[in-house]
């Protein structure tokens, strides 16, 4: 089982997908890279991890050509001073690679138990990482969580930030301004979103402001860009009037006021699971959607012009589950779309990469596409309690780093 989460195209003559296979390449879990040169042909592919399970949640461009991959582990890793055994619930596990795919170090860290799922490269070339983390005596289960690492894998700062209510950092994005913006949710006890958060930190993780965005019933983002304006965008669910759930997407300016905000609740069960600047003004969302009678998922591509009216879309399935996880703004006005597929000719679960070109005419709307324009209730943050966290980088010695090489086979068409 392969399931690829990440895509970047630094250049538009190679990408790079990255993501997690389990018992596909090797006996365990891993992360895994591919890295894309002349037709769309992989130049190199390797895996990383170590004796359990390691699973990929993003991965961001490094210094030097290099790239950044984050997840979690639950392997078994000798260090200099400490044996770390596998654990539960599993630990960060952050690994940074050179342009061949050499590691050039590897982390977890000490007094942290929560988990990361946005990375952003800092102009300093280091990183902003962004999760959740428990606060200590708050009875709550999670804080919206960000860390600084330089680009050599020091923890600069970490901090914590309490909205007085369960919340999660889901992306993370430098701004032109120098700072970076952070997109999250707040959550009830189970792990449901309720309101989407968004708020914006200088370099030192200070909070600039910071927004929570109420629609009348529940929404949440998991994904946050910024626009060439410096406007931004961010994209998730929302509960739909039928009681569904639809893509939502909402367009806020520099200073996080409130544009614009629609929910697609004609796509049946709808998330957006990653949002970019387009071509021009353009918005690509991509996402995935109920699969009708068939049930599962398809994936889902669309593309909103700077107003968030659709302009083209694309389902992409078959019977069985398909969903499309991340984007890429590629050549010639195309777009590279990276997620998983049981589909195709799949051995079980495969990774589903797509080269779309969108035709913007009225036939490539999908015909029960439905945006309704939603009221969104604006709130200030209250007093934010930015909380120091003082985690420890506990370096991994390269040699407990399981690497293999890979000869990715042929694809299907």
Known sequence: MDWARTVLCPTDNWCALFGFGNKSFTESTDFFVVVEGHANAPSWAQTYGGTHRDTLRTAALASGGGYL??????????TALKVISPSRPPRPFVVNIDAAGAPRWALTFDSLVGEFFGAAL????????????????????????????????????????DF????????????????????????????????????????????????LYATEGRNGAYSLTEMADSSLVAAGSADAANGDR??????????????????????????????????GSDILVAGRMADG????????????????APKASLVLGGPKDDEIMAAARWNAGRYRLVGSTENFGAAFVDVLSVVW???????????????????I????????????????AVQLPL?????????????NR
């Open 122 to 161: 800092t102009s300093d070339g280091g990183h902003v990482l962004v999760g959740h983390n428990p606060l200590a005596g708050s009875g709550r289960k999670s804080a919206l969580a960000a860390l600084k690492l330089s680009a050599g894998g020091q923890v600069l700062w970490a901090r914590a930030y």
């Open 69 to 78: 991959l984050v997840g979690t582990s639950q392997s078994l890793f000798f």
């Open 246 to 279: 639809g893509v939502f997407v909402l367009k806020v300016s520099s200073a996080g006021t409130s544009v614009w905000a629609f929910s697609f609740e004609g796509l049946r069960n709808g998330q957006a699971m990653h949002v970019i600047p387009g071509h």
């Open 357 to 375: 070109s969108p035709r913007v005419v009225a036939a490539e709307v999908l015909s029960n596409l439905d945006p309704k324009g939603l009221t």
């Open 293 to 308: 009678p068939h049930g599962g998922y398809d994936g889902l591509a669309l593309l909103l012009d700077t107003d968030g």
């Open 399 to 411: 040699s407990s780093i399981e690497s293999t090489k890979l000869a990715v086979p042929a694809t």
């Open 164 to 211: 007085g209510a369960n919340a999660v950092g889901m992306a993370a994005v430098p701004t032109a301004d120098g700072g970076i913006a952070i997109a999250g949710f707040t959550a009830a006890d189970d792990g449901r979103f309720l309101k989407t958060v968004l708020m914006k930190v200088d370099g030192q993780g200070v909070p600039l402001w910071a927004r």
């Open 377 to 392: 209730e604006e709130t200030a943050a209250p007093e934010i309690a930015r909380v120091d966290l003082r985690p420890t």
